[in-house]
């Protein structure tokens, strides 16, 4: 199958020029990336099978850059693709001939750590390893894993709603996330969640986690860290069949056994090791 990408809006094409300048005067000096040749690194994220050039790219640093930027274009009918570090296969950052990229990768600062309530208030930029690295002192991690770690943002990990090879026992980013700040698509800046476990109301937070960039830009996220378990231990299991190892996975999910992870390889994967 071959992705389609949307046909280009010529009128906002014909307004390119006004719209660099404008987007200038919202984020000055190197935030704003226009020439074509310093555009190609940014035309796909981790799906490099689909690439195509974004009008122009767009790096804020502040909420309120971000809050101009998106009310800009809500007035003037451009279309927005927000982009982390652009390590996503499932093409979510692909941009568009006629939009804005929206980059965060200058929110790249953990804003506060508060070990006794067990959270990091971080921005989108910052990624999934660095969390774990700034809180390893006090013998505490970040959970979610996916295996770009060491590259994907926390603001790609709401987006997609990454999980990881942990994620059996400790879940999703949507159940490490305990609240976001976020900037509407008209430049309203809300909050939902905070450093609490529990609030009242509709859970409008699990929405925004998985929502790809379609209702709000997140500019901060509070995160729940957890302690590191005392001690780890890998146990490899041989089986006849892949029945008989999945019936075993099942028997000890069914005792109440959540371990760390669970993997499976078969005889393909054995012998290509």
Same mark, same amino acid.
């Given at each position: ?18 719209? #660099? !300048?404008?987007?200038? !005067?919202?984020? +000055? ?11 190609? +690194? ?6 490099? %099978? ?9 790096? +804020?640093?502040?909420?309120?850059? #971000? ?5 800009? @274009? ?6 927005? #693709? ?22 965060? /990768? ?18 989108? *930029? ?44 400790? *879940?999703?980013?949507?159940?490490? #996330?305990?609240? @976001? ?47 590191? +378990?005392?001690? %780890? ?14 019936? @075993?996975?099942?028997?000890?999910? *069914? ?13 393909? !994967?054995?012998? /290509?090791?």
């Amino acid at each position: 199958m071959t992705l389609k990408m949307p046909e280009p809006d010529r009128a906002v094409l014909a307004r390119r020029k006004r719209i #660099v !300048a404008a987007l200038s !005067a919202i984020v +000055p000096g190197e935030g704003v990336i226009s020439r074509e040749k310093e555009l190609k +690194p940014f035309e796909s994220d981790g799906l490099t %099978a689909y690439r195509q050039t974004p009008m122009v790219v767009v790096l +804020p640093e502040t909420t309120k850059q #971000v809050s101009e930027i998106l009310r800009y @274009c809500h007035d003037e009918g451009i279309r927005v #693709v927000p982009r982390g570090a652009g390590t996503s296969l499932s093409g979510g950052a692909l941009p568009l001939e006629d939009g804005v990229l929206l980059v965060l /990768a200058k929110f790249n600062r953990i804003r506060a750590i508060d070990f006794e309530n067990r959270i990091a208030v971080v921005e989108p *930029g910052v990624t999934n390893l660095a969390v774990s690295h700034a809180v390893a002192h006090e013998g505490f991690y970040y959970a979610p894993d996916p295996s770009s770690q060491i590259a994907c943002s926390i603001g790609g990990n709401v987006a997609e709603n990454s999980g990881g090879v942990h994620c059996l026992k400790y *879940g999703m980013t949507t159940n490490n #996330v305990l609240g @976001c700040e976020m900037v509407l698509m008209n430049g309203e800046v809300v909050r939902l969640g905070g450093p609490h476990l529990d609030s009242g109301g509709y859970d409008l937070l699990g929405i925004i986690n998985g929502s790809e960039g379609l209702l709000a830009v997140v500019t901060e996220v509070t995160v729940r860290i957890l302690k590191k +378990p005392e001690t %780890a231990r890998a146990v490899l299991v041989g089986f006849k069949s892949s029945e008989g190892a999945g019936a @075993c996975v099942g028997k000890i999910i *069914g005792a109440g056994i959540i371990p760390g992870g669970m993997e499976m390889m078969d005889r393909p !994967a054995i012998h /290509a090791t």
